[in-house]
Every structure is written in structure tokens, then in C-alpha cells.
């Protein structure tokens, strides 16, 4: 008799907790939209393109001879020495001229003696100057043709997290390196005032491109296009988290600058102007797990909580143009 009530409580817990799983797949849900909004605001947009690469001398060079078959009477310099451009390094035994420094620096290395005779373009020495440096950086070819010479740079160096250096673009690769099918090209960057950086430091370049004072602008995923025409959606005044966006204002716009998150707006907006941004979906379900839970009482030891929706956040690219 044991036995089969049993099996008849077995059976009834069984059925009891498939029906609640059932109940708990089949349980309401909803997908509601979490209305978001940006407001026009006006200042200054900075359009900056980035790189990384590393500290470089300005001048690292071999010091050559022009004079072929002279005997040297005199080395006036050793490795490690510092010299001022002009200044003697190499003396004759037949007083032609001496070999001179062409640039401020150091003397890394000397790479001959007196008694030895030297012929036209051999390297005697070599010269580097510490305390003028540059960067060279790595852009991408896409971006390549907004970088021109002069433009301001603000400089990371890994060494230094703390600190923010900044240096001018001096020069423009005319070639550039391919890779995984694209290409990059190498920007000089010389750097203002190099304090405490050394040869070889790992840099991030941020060039300043372009900017605007005085823009208005918007994030740039609240720009839509349709048929090459550009509009945001001015927010009603009534917007809120249950409002569909059909009372909303569809305004035609043009567009300027453009950086990863802003966008300009030359025209169709003002300031202050409340711009309707991409819906995001939030699910919200309800099951009765708990409830399970509870009515199973004493064997289960209590309920759990129901499940919570999630809300994402949106990413979108600016592009310039009208």
C-alpha cells in the first residue's frame, strides 16, 4: 500500500512541476522600446586621426670623407663626445680641410685613427642628436590624404602615462606599406620639447586634422539617410519611454565635420533642439519559476527570483559631408 502512494505522490509532483516548466516557457513577454534622446549642443568639434610609433633621432648620420688617400694627422673627437655643428673632428697631415660636424650631437662611434689614410665617402664616424627627436607613425591610407605638414599633434608615450607631449607634422610618406590587403603610410612628427624621451619609445600620435568653433552637433547615430537626403527626428515635447516615434518631427539636415561619436549639423537644427536617437529593444519576461518554487515548499527549501530585461547601448560611425 506504501508502495503505490508512492508513486501516486510521485506522479503528481512530476505532472506539478511539468506544468509550472510549461507555464514558465509559455509565461508573458514583452519587448518594449527604451526611448533615448541627445540634445543639440554647440562648441568646439576637433576631428583627430590617430597613429602609433616610435621616438627617432632628427639626426642620426654617418659623417663621410671627401677627400680621398689623405693621411689623418689628428682624430679630435671620441665616442660619446658632444659637438657643435662645424666643429673639427678629423685634421690632415697635408692641411687640406678637416671634416667637420654638419649638425649638433653626439659622437657615437669613430670608426678610424690618426696615420690612416681614408678615401672619398668612407663613413669616419658617426653622429646623433639626442635631444632632438621625432616620431614616426603609422596611418591608415584612408586617412592618409587629411594629414598635411604642420598640423598639431598631441603625443602618449607609454613610458610616460602621465604626460602629454605635443610636436608638428614635418613630413608625409609617398609610399606606403601594404598588409592583409591594406596600407599604411609613415607621418614625422617632430616632437616640441623631447624632455626625457629616448630613442626607440613607444609613441600614440593624435593629429588634429580639423575643427570648428561654435559647431552645432550630435552623436553621430542620430543622423539618418534616405535617398541621399540626411534628417534627424525632433523629440515631441511629450517623448517619453512608452511614445512612438510617429509624433515626432522628421527635419531634413546638412552635415559638416564629422569625429567617431559627433557629428555637425550646418543646417535644420538649433541648439538645444531634442533629437530622437535609435530605439533600443528591452525584453522583460515574468515566469511564475518562484512561485514553483514556493508551492513546492518544504522539498525545494524557497523560491528564486524572476529573470530582469537588459538594455544595450548603440554604435554608429560619422561621416562629413552635406
Avoid at 688617400?69 to 660619446?80: D, K, M, P, R, Y
Amino acid at each position: 500500500m506504501k508502495k503505490w502512494i508512492w508513486i501516486i505522490v510521485s506522479v503528481l509532483v512530476i505532472g506539478f512541476v511539468g506544468y509550472q516548466l510549461f507555464q514558465s516557457k509559455s509565461s508573458n513577454s514583452e519587448v518594449t522600446t527604451q526611448t533615448r534622446t541627445a540634445v543639440v549642443q554647440k562648441g568646439k568639434l576637433e576631428v583627430k586621426i590617430g597613429g602609433s610609433g616610435t621616438v627617432e633621432p632628427v639626426t642620426s648620420e654617418d659623417i663621410k670623407s671627401t677627400i680621398d688617400n689623405n693621411e689623418i694627422e689628428e682624430v679630435l673627437v671620441s665616442a660619446g663626445e658632444e659637438v657643435k655643428e662645424g666643429d673639427e673632428l678629423i685634421t690632415f697631415t697635408d692641411d687640406t680641410d678637416p671634416i667637420t660636424a654638419p649638425a649638433d650631437g653626439v659622437v657615437t662611434t669613430v670608426s678610424t685613427a690618426a696615420g690612416e689614410r681614408v678615401a672619398n665617402g668612407q663613413a669616419v664616424a658617426h653622429l646623433t642628436n639626442y635631444k632632438d627627436l621625432q616620431t614616426v607613425v603609422q596611418v591608415d591610407e584612408l586617412d592618409i590624404p587629411k594629414i598635411k605638414e604642420d598640423q598639431t599633434v598631441s603625443l602618449s608615450v607609454s613610458a610616460y602615462p602621465d604626460k602629454t607631449y605635443t610636436g608638428k607634422v614635418t613630413g608625409v610618406a609617398e609610399e606606403g606599406t601594404s598588409a592583409n590587403g591594406s596600407s599604411t603610410f609613415d607621418v614625422t612628427i617632430h616632437i616640441d620639447q623631447p624632455d626625457n624621451l629616448k630613442v626607440g619609445m613607444s609613441t600614440e600620435a593624435s593629429i588634429l586634422t580639423n575643427s570648428k568653433e561654435n559647431a552645432l552637433y550630435v552623436p553621430v547615430d542620430a543622423v539618418h539617410t534616405n535617398n541621399n537626403e540626411k534628417y534627424v527626428l525632433i523629440a515631441s515635447a511629450d517623448t517619453n519611454t512608452d511614445t512612438a516615434a510617429g509624433t515626432n518631427v522628421q527635419k531634413t539636415v546638412k552635415t559638416g565635420i564629422a569625429t567617431d561619436e559627433y557629428v555637425e549639423i550646418t543646417d535644420g537644427v538649433s541648439e538645444g533642439d531634442n533629437i530622437l536617437l535609435p530605439q533600443v529593444a528591452a525584453s522583460s519576461s515574468s515566469n511564475n519559476q518562484g512561485g514553483m518554487m514556493q508551492g513546492m515548499g518544504g522539498m525545494t527549501g524557497g523560491g528564486m527570483p524572476p529573470n530582469g530585461g537588459g538594455m544595450g547601448a548603440p554604435s554608429g560611425n560619422g561621416k562629413s559631408g552635406n
